[in-house]
């Protein structure tokens, strides 16, 4: 079988570390328990975080939280892949 040229979903493009945040954020941790969980700094978690938002398209508004954006995305993930 031939090799997948471009991702299936915006999460596929997460980095392994970066999927490691984003299913410590889906536990409903914060920023400090996540840096704990993985044993980073703070502002590493931090950076993850901005990167997953820009990957998965997720721009800055007053409207719509971010960080619930891109955890919905992964649960909804999660699910299909279940």
């Given amino acids: 079988m031939a090799a997948r040229s471009q991702p ?3 999460l596929d493009r997460l980095t392994p570390r970066e999927r490691d945040v984003l299913s410590l ?4 941790l914060g920023n400090i328990a996540i ?3 993985l044993f ?3 502002g590493a978690v ?3 975080i901005r990167s997953i938002f820009a990957r998965l398209g997720l721009a800055p508004t007053d409207q ?3 960080r619930v954006s891109a955890v919905l995305r992964y649960l909804e993930d999660t699910q299909r892949q279940a």
């Fill in 8 to 10: 299936d979903t915006a």
């Fill in 25 to 28: 954020m889906a536990e409903g």
């Fill in 35 to 37: 840096s704990e969980r």
């Fill in 40 to 42: 980073v700094t703070e």
């Fill in 46 to 48: 931090h950076k993850n």
């Fill in 64 to 66: 719509v939280d971010r």
